[in-house]
């Protein structure tokens, strides 16, 4: 709790203004050693201070006040008189048992005489004190003395003055913005009690619009102030010391300017308005990078001594850092107020915690021009940063964007250079706020307030998470509209709708539902009574690639007839409280007609504990008698909370859902019932027998590579099998004994796809020698349109088609048995490589250096954009085009080269993917831009390093976290890869031998 201390002085009038000075003087170093006393503070801290006051502000000679000092601290200003002392004692004795020993001790023998009430005042409010009280009393003294009138210089007059001193400790609301006085900077010594913040403090300091700046106190004397800044110098450097990510790059300065915006690079000379950014002529011209709150000319307005706040006008300026290892009561506060006002006010920001933060504010600032009373005519606003050195979250009411160096802007719209600006106080609504307006701006801007509809406008939607499961069950928040309670949402996923939840103004919610889809589907949101105007492409992830939500701690759910399967799982995934319950159930998949079912089986656990860990008892569903679900042979696992509403005040669970697992462990009792104690033989031989009328697919998959080598290279064919990659996942459970294998980048013309496995030895395993081969599949797990009919739904169909059947046939029976021989030899055999061709390669790198694909070398320094590969025949259509730009000047001025610094490649009707060299300065987290369409992607998640689009998969290598090498697969089997060195970008295409 922040206090402010009142010193009231009642002296003797004096008719000298001499007198006067020195009598307010004395009363406030009196004031100053009393409350320095009851603190404890040390004296020669105390004497060092006020010396520094006596010379600096008074000009008088210090001497004699330090003398004074030393002569109360050693009387220890006992004040004499029975009847004082025997009314302070009764008093003392009430003092609460928590208060401070050495302030319970001042107040018993330094106290005057004062009312009963003050007292009783006091000893309320002792326990309450905390260590900025010493501070504000320095901070007060520094004020009392800078508003005294009369500076004479003249002797300390020796003539007795009796001095009466009244302490009044008022204890006001902690708020910083009711103090103008800047707090101390130093952090807690050793030994010091940290701070902990209250649930009801930070509620209160959230309460506030404004971040807390000050114009008085701090080094200088002038808080936040910056006094450079003026109309003769409007803009001034400032170091960060860290590094703010902005836009891709990232910033240890910037330059603050009155004129609404923070700079990080070089303007132009004169700005053309409307402004337009990025630069058009750049590098001709400067392009700046800057965050634009309101970026125009102004200048410093004037206040009236009637305004309420009576702080100067002008620009302020302040930084923290350190918050996350701060203890002090201001880094503290500062730490959770930001963390919970961006947590709660962008979506996708929930693990978020600021490490720095910077509060520029620009108060009572007028347009530039116009006649004196226009100084009357003001703007207030402030500009909020907060940052991790990863993301950036800015907080503040005007704003525009630009990356700088010709790259990339963004334009807040529709209030941008457009008269609704007017409206910008009223609306936003972050954090209930009329008037504040959030984004993260590290990479990208994504808008965390919502905005005004414009009916047929499309408007870009932000919601988070940007993926999820193709099972279902993904929370998703969403920002765009302004919402009201009680209005009715609808999300369109694909083409499934569900109804959503508002939450506040600026969010609501709706919960991802079971979609037969992959990749990037379309998400719109539709609320009240208009329609889909808001529009994103959200990812759905196929179950086998998906996050791991449910995890299986041994390999028992893989047996016939295991004894006990242990699961976990984050309980924090579900609900932050623990002790909430949860369902468990089991859920399956089959496709006996043309249209594919999910089902659900049975109840596991109703109302476990949300521990994050729990072991199932097959042999408590051996009793079961699931007559409608018996035929399912693989399925899921889910959790959910078994009643919401309790604990979230929602209607609503997000759901956790396992890989797909076998259900012998729940059916085999019911199977051995049904079938026999060969039920895994019958029900192999039924599979068999369906499988055989099926249409063969083997001739349409490409054919495996002889060595590893080779499958390797072949980029435009086969990837990292997600199931025995040697570079993430050596465990290769299905093919024990291989050290790395492939798959078909993308589904045939039948959605079947193939696999190729090697051995330590790099040579291909073959089925015909064990059951651990390389095997064919007769669905992808990518799938193929339309994903919502049978044998073609991403994950499910490949489980059902090819992996049941492993199980049924080989690891539920003996490898030599009639059924896994056949399925081996007949229905999944391992093709022969004999006759597999290696793809042509044509690269190009360096300054540029180009090898052909008939191995022709040669050097071409020419600056524009050309094509690189093209072929354009009855059955294939394929170009590659290059962007070569001049290499920047170096030490010895022009360089006379170009180099590669972007690729774009089409297949056929495929998406168009293009990959750009990022910036060197804008290298630190991602080396390339990659682009779908002129959509920019990302692959920094498990999940997302392998994205499908119309006829093309894009991945970036597992052991790749920089996104410096990019693999673009077309279904044609041409590949190009592209990678990034040292600033550099090169090129590798591969063509099948049917393009030559």
């Known amino acids: 709790m922040n206090q402010h201390i009142i010193f009231y002085n009642r002296t003797k009038r004096i008719a000298t203004s001499n007198s006067q000075t020195k009598q307010t003087t004395r009363s406030v170093l009196n004031a100053a050693i009393l409350w320095c006393s009851c603190r404890g503070k040390g004296q020669l801290d105390l004497e060092v201070t006020v010396e520094h006051l006596i010379s600096s502000r008074l000009k008088l000679k210090p001497s004699r006040y330090i003398t004074r000092i030393r002569h109360r601290w050693t009387s220890n200003l006992r004040l004499r008189g029975a009847l004082w002392e025997k009314h302070a004692t009764t008093h003392c004795n009430k003092l609460n048992a928590t208060c401070d020993q050495e302030l319970q001790q001042v107040q018993c023998n330094m106290l005057p005489s004062i009312a009963t009430s003050s007292i009783q005042h006091v000893t309320k409010n002792c326990n309450k004190f905390n260590e900025t009280c010493y501070q504000e009393a320095l ?136 402004l337009s950014f990025p630069v058009k002529d750049w590098p001709k011209k400067n392009d700046p990078s800057f965050i634009g709150i309101f970026f125009s000319k102004t200048r410093i307005g004037k206040i009236r001594p009637t305004d309420v706040d009576q702080r100067r006008p002008g620009v302020y300026y302040r930084v923290e850092r350190d918050l996350m290892t701060r203890t002090d009561q201001f880094g503290v506060e500062m730490r959770e107020r930001l963390m919970w006002d961006i947590r709660q006010g962008v979506v996708g920001a929930d693990t978020f915690i600021p490490k720095h933060s910077v509060v520029v504010t620009w108060k009572n600032m007028s347009f530039a021009g116009g006649i004196d009373n226009s100084l009357y005519t003001t703007n207030t606003f402030q500009l909020v940063l907060a940052t991790d050195e990863v993301y950036t979250y800015a907080i503040f009411n005007y704003v525009g964007f630009n990356a700088g160096n010709g790259t990339q802007s963004h334009e807040y719209k529709p209030y941008s250079q457009d008269s609704v600006i007017r409206d910008l106080t009223g609306r936003g609504w972050a954090n209930n706020f009329p008037g504040r307006h959030i984004f993260r701006i590290d990479e990208k801007i994504m808008l965390g307030t919502c905005n005004k509809d414009l009916a ?129 159930s089991l859920w399956g998949y089959k496709e006996t007609t043309i249209r594919p079912e999910r089902l659900y089986i049975d109840v596991i656990e109703r109302s476990a504990s949300n521990t994050g860990s729990y072991v199932i008892s097959p042999a408590n569903y051996r009793t079961r008698n699931n007559l409608a679900t018996r035929d399912l042979q693989f399925g899921f696992i889910m959790i959910n909370l078994t009643n919401p509403v309790n604990y979230e005040g929602l209607t609503i669970s997000p759901e956790l859902w396992s890989r797909p697992i076998p259900l012998g462990w729940y059916f085999n009792a019911q199977w051995e019932r049904q079938y026999g104690s060969l039920w895994s033989q ?272 894009v991945y970036t290598p597992s052991h790749i976290l920089n996104q410096s090498e990019v693999i673009i697969m077309f279904e044609s089997g041409a590949g190009v890869e592209v990678v990034e060195n040292k600033g550099y970008m090169s090129a590798r295409v591969y063509l099948p031998w049917t393009f030559i």
């Not at 997600?722 to 459970?733: P, S, T, V």
């Not at 590669?900 to 290298?923: C, F, G, H, W, Y």
């Open 139 to 274: 901070q007060q003294v520094q004020y009392n003395i800078s508003n005294i009138r009369t500076l004479t210089t003249v002797p300390f007059l020796t003539t007795s003055i009796t001095v009466v001193i009244v302490i009044v400790i008022v204890i006001v609301s902690p708020d910083c913005l009711k103090t103008r006085y800047a707090p101390s900077t130093q952090r807690l010594k050793q030994g010091d009690t940290p701070y902990v913040i209250t649930t009801a403090r930070l509620e209160q300091i959230r309460k506030e619009f404004l971040y807390c700046y000050f114009d008085q106190g701090g080094d200088d004397g002038n808080g936040d102030y910056q006094i450079d800044i003026h109309s003769s110098m409007p803009q001034i450097h400032k170091n960060f010391n860290f590094q703010l990510p902005f836009y891709g790059f990232r910033f240890n300065y910037t330059r603050l300017s009155m004129n609404g915006f923070l700079e990080f690079s070089d303007p132009p000379e004169h700005y053309t308005y409307p």
């Open 456 to 584: 047929g406008t499309n408007l870009p939607l932000v919601f988070a998470p940007e993926s999820g499961n193709m099972m279902g069950g993904t929370i998703v928040n969403i920002t765009g509209p302004c919402f009201e309670k009680g209005m009715k949402i609808t999300c369109r996923f694909d083409t499934v709708d569900v109804t959503g939840t508002v939450i506040d103004t600026n969010r609501a919610i709706c919960v991802q539902p079971f979609v037969m889809a992959e990749g990037y589907i379309m998400f719109e949101v539709s609320y009240g009574e208009t329609r889909y105007n808001w529009k994103g492409k959200y990812f759905i992830e196929t179950p086998a690639t998906a996050i791991e939500r449910i995890r299986f701690e041994t390999r028992d759910v893989h047996e016939r007839s295991p004894a006990e399967i242990k699961i976990s799982w984050n309980a924090q995934n579900l609900t932050t409280n623990l002790n909430a319950p949860i369902t468990i």
């Open 682 to 953: 019958t029900l192999c031989n039924n599979w068999l027998t369906n499988d055989r009328y099926l249409k063969n697919f083997a001739a349409d998959v490409p054919q495996c590579p002889c060595i590893l080598d080779h499958a390797l290279n072949d980029k435009g064919r086969f990837m990292p099998d997600y199931d025995c990659d040697k570079d993430i996942n050596r465990d290769c459970f299905y093919h024990r004994g291989a050290m790395h294998c492939v798959r078909s980048g993308a589904p045939s013309m039948q959605g079947s796809g193939q696999q190729c496995c090697y051995d330590k030895n790099s040579y291909l395993m073959l089925t015909y020698d064990q059951q651990w081969g390389s095997r064919p599949h007769r669905s992808h797990n990518l799938g193929y349109l339309p994903w919502n009919e049978a044998n073609k739904v991403p994950t499910l169909s490949h489980w059902f088609h090819d992996m049941v059947p492993y199980y049924l046939c080989c690891m539920w029976q003996e490898e030599q048995a009639v059924g896994c021989e056949t399925y081996r030899f007949e229905r999944r055999p391992t093709q022969d490589c004999v006759s597999y061709q290696a793809p042509a390669v044509a690269t190009v790198f360096g300054d540029p250096h180009i090898v052909t694909f008939d191995n022709l070398e040669y050097t071409f320094n020419g600056k524009g954009e050309f094509v690189l590969v093209r072929a354009n025949s009855r059955n294939t259509k394929l170009d590659v085009q290059g962007r070569f730009e001049q290499l920047p000047n170096n030490f010895y001025g022009e360089v006379l080269a170009t180099q590669l610094t972007a690729i774009a490649a089409k297949d056929n009707t495929s998406s168009v993917i293009e990959v750009r060299l990022r910036p060197s300065q804008a290298q630190w987290r991602y080396r390339l831009d990659v682009f779908a369409d002129g959509r920019r992607v990302y692959f920094d998640r498990q999940s997302l390093r392998s994205q499908h689009f119309f006829g093309v998969t």
